[in-house]
């Protein structure tokens, strides 16, 4: 696998990003890794092919619209080009007519021979406007194996003057002669939804109801059926609150995407977008399960040791089996009533 060291890339000359410039997402500013790519990227340093990772793909689908950016828009441009940095016309990466953009496409969201073959012919051509062509694979993990196979010759025989960022949440799904072509960079992820309208009220109700079963539910059948309609008014508005959230995280989106999408590639980034936020939400309820279950122990409740580790696998088995094309509110329903039972023993 290649690496950059943390502690540097090529020195070089060039100012800092201009002041319009895509921002870096929140959670990675000020991170080594930004730090080293810049410096890359003011030096003509830059490898020619990048693998970004990530437990959250908008977080490293935003690192890429920055790092095509000032790819795209260097900041010795405007001395070696007569450009300024606030040219009336700054396309936004994903409408830039030297950045490219491969996606799954479908409900299957894979990505196909053919499309590769398209994206693989587009950054065979000489740029339009940019000194240098962008080419960004979302989730790359997806390529089924004939277009793995085409990708991996043009990673061994890259084209000239352009750049290869290759998205992954997954990076060991990737061929191995895959993987050691390109250069690393995993991001770091804070697993959060807060961001969301109506989750904080969720994992309020949701605590709430963790401390109602706190002293054991027993045998009386109102008490239970309390409890099971809660579970089942916490999966609704689960799911709401994601399909709200995937929504507007979508309608934000749409201006740094081409305008040449098909339907099936819009599915795909739905999918792929509503995928990443319910991660962030699944993480927010382990996150609030661990603080209720240290509070218990901390008090002396030893017994709530195993009733959380053993609520906790069982999250873990079902967000495994997320991946798989488990529906989320089957995901969330199990474990719910998975902690019913066991808080039903005590």
């Given amino acids: 696998m290649t690496t ?52 959250d793909l ?71 406007l940019a000194p240098r062509k962008v080419a960004i694979l979302h989730e790359v993990d997806r390529m089924n194996l004939p277009a793995a196979n085409i990708f991996l010759k043009t990673l061994e025989e890259p ?11 997954r990076p060991y ?24 309208d109506g989750w904080a009220a969720w994992l309020e109700d949701y605590r709430a109801w963790l401390d109602r079963m706190a002293p054991g539910v027993g045998d009386d059948k109102q008490v239970i059926a309390d409890h099971i309609f809660t579970i089942y008014g916490l999966v609704a508005r689960f799911g709401a609150v994601l399909a709200a959230g995937t929504a507007a995280e979508w309608n934000a989106h749409k201006h740094n995407l081409s305008v040449a999408l098909d339907d099936d590639e819009q599915v795909a980034i739905e999918t792929g977008i509503a995928n990443g936020i319910r991660l962030r939400m699944f993480s927010d309820i382990e996150r609030v399960t661990r603080d209720f279950a240290r509070t218990r122990l901390l008090a002396g409740d030893e017994p709530t040791r195993s009733l959380f580790t053993t609520a906790i696998e069982r999250m873990e088995h079902n967000a495994r089996l997320l991946r798989l094309n488990l529906n989320e509110s089957a995901a969330l329903e199990d474990f719910l009533l998975t902690s019913l039972r066991l808080w039903g023993k005590r």
Wanted: proline share 9%; aromatic share 4%.
């Fill in 173 to 196: 799904a990737l061929l191995p002669t895959i993987r050691s072509r390109v250069l690393h960079f995993r991001f770091p992820f804070a697993a959060t939804a807060s961001d969301l």
């Fill in 58 to 128: 908008a977080t490293i689908e935003a690192a890429a619209l920055a790092i095509a950016d000032r790819l795209l828009y260097p900041a010795s441009d405007s001395l070696e080009n007569g450009r300024t940095d606030t040219a009336p016309r700054r396309f936004p990466p994903g409408q830039h007519p030297d950045c490219f953009a491969l996606r799954p496409a479908g409900k299957m969201r894979q990505i196909s021979a053919d499309a590769t073959r398209d994206l693989i012919g587009r950054v065979q051509v000489s740029a339009t």
């Fill in 4 to 55: 950059l060291p943390a502690g540097g890339a090529a020195s070089g000359a060039g100012g800092a990003p201009p002041a319009n410039a895509v921002p870096w997402p929140a959670a990675l500013r000020g991170t080594t890794a930004v730090a080293v790519i810049e410096k890359a990227i003011r030096g003509n340093r830059l490898s020619h092919s990048l693998l970004l990772h990530a437990a």
């Fill in 159 to 169: 084209p000239a003057n352009t750049t290869l960022l290759l998205l992954t949440t």
